[in-house]
């Protein structure tokens, strides 16, 4: 019986890990969750394509390559507005700098 009952819950264990995983898989382009009633959220939305940094017309780059911006702050901040193309354009400097040889 012990047996039956460990073999139960391991199928619901797994069952419960792959609905979880299709809903993490689901996710559109931009997660938005609120932390508190102060307009303070969490969000998690593509980073900018490096090309299009510096321009007028930022485009984010694929949900496929997994680089993604995990943001906490303003809920109405925008994924391709002036301070994330600054954000990622310091980043993308501080990157280069340590990419040095000795």
């Known amino acids: 019986m012990k047996i039956a009952t460990s ?44 090309s299009t940094l510096g321009t007028d017309d930022p485009t984010l780059k694929d949900t496929d390559t997994g680089d993604v911006i995990d943001f906490y702050g303003p809920c109405n901040e925008s ?13 993308q400097q501080h990157r280069y700098q340590s990419d040095y040889e000795d």
Request: aromatic letters at 8%; hydrophobic letters at 35%; one cysteine or more.
């Open 7 to 50: 073999f139960l819950a391991a199928m619901l264990f797994t069952a419960a890990l792959g609905t979880s995983n299709n809903a993490i898989a689901a996710n559109e382009d931009t997660e938005k969750v609120p932390l508190s009633t102060d307009n303070y959220c969490h969000e998690k939305f593509p980073a900018i394509r490096g």
């Open 79 to 91: 994924p391709t507005g002036k301070d994330q193309q600054w954000e990622q354009q310091l980043e």
